[in-house]
């Protein structure tokens, strides 16, 4: 398996634009987390999805920003409109459905870095 | 609500060296992992080891061990006969078990440099 894809891999904005990270979780997977690394910050889950029902948003700093998972083998991650604080890098991960002990691994894509200026 | 301290921002160790990385973590759950993360310059988080809270013999992966003391909850990393590879963030992760797959919550992480 090609493991978690995400596209771009770099990104840079113009403060006030829209801006749109996708992802591609492994074939198979029942779960896809968003994750946004930070140095004040860390790494901090923004969204997750089981099933492409999202279950817990409270990561998701604003109303600005918004995620869908359309099927199982697609997810977005918009910024409408883009600020400067928004720059970091953003991950997606995803995973199995745990039937037994470590079966839940999440396996992580290479992330975003979005830089926006 | 679940928390994880790394108390040690940097670290450093000669090649073939042992080190060991600290990790502390707090949370309310009777069932719960624990991982360690390690994020080379590629920034691929890349899983090292993990361990399910309700064992308590410590897991090992090749030359990376835990030791896990449950009740002063410290999920400590150790590298044995470190090589130039290892060299990366490592960053100590919790995560409650409760019937499905549930968030990561990581420590901020320590910056672990191998010297040859």
């Known amino acids: 398996d090609a493991g978690v894809i995400q596209s771009p891999r770099h990104e840079v904005t113009e403060m006030g634009q829209e801006v749109t990270l996708r992802c591609k979780p492994i074939s198979g997977h029942d779960y896809l987390f968003w994750y946004r690394q930070t140095m004040m910050r860390g790494l901090e889950l923004l969204i997750y999805f089981n099933n492409n029902v999202p279950i817990d948003d409270s990561g998701m700093p604003e109303d600005r920003f918004s995620a869908k998972m359309p099927n199982a083998s697609f997810s977005t991650l918009k910024i409408q409109p883009s600020e400067p604080r928004d720059s970091a890098v953003y991950f997606c991960?995803?995973?199995?459905?745990?039937?037994?002990?470590?079966?839940?691994?999440?396996?992580f894509g290479p992330g975003t870095r979005l830089t926006v200026l | 609500a679940q928390t994880v301290t790394q108390s040690q921002p940097e670290m450093s160790v000669q090649e073939a060296e042992t080190v060991t990385l600290s990790c502390t973590y707090d949370?309310?759950?009777?069932?719960?992992?624990l991982f360690w993360y390690k994020q080379p310059p590629s920034r691929q988080m890349i899983l090292v080891i993990r361990?399910?809270?309700?064992?308590?013999q410590n897991a090992t992966e090749n030359r990376f061990s835990v030791n896990f003391q449950k009740a002063a909850k410290s999920f400590s990393l150790k590298i044995s006969d470190s090589q130039l590879g290892d060299a990366a963030m490592y960053f100590c992760a919790s995560q409650n078990y409760q019937g499905g797959s549930e968030k990561l919550v990581f420590g901020k992480g320590t910056k672990l440099t191998v010297n040859p």
């Open positions: 361990q399910e809270a309700y064992k308590q």
């Open positions: 991960a995803s995973s199995l459905q745990p039937d037994r002990p470590g079966t839940d691994t999440q396996y």
């Open positions: 949370t309310s759950e009777s069932d719960y992992y």
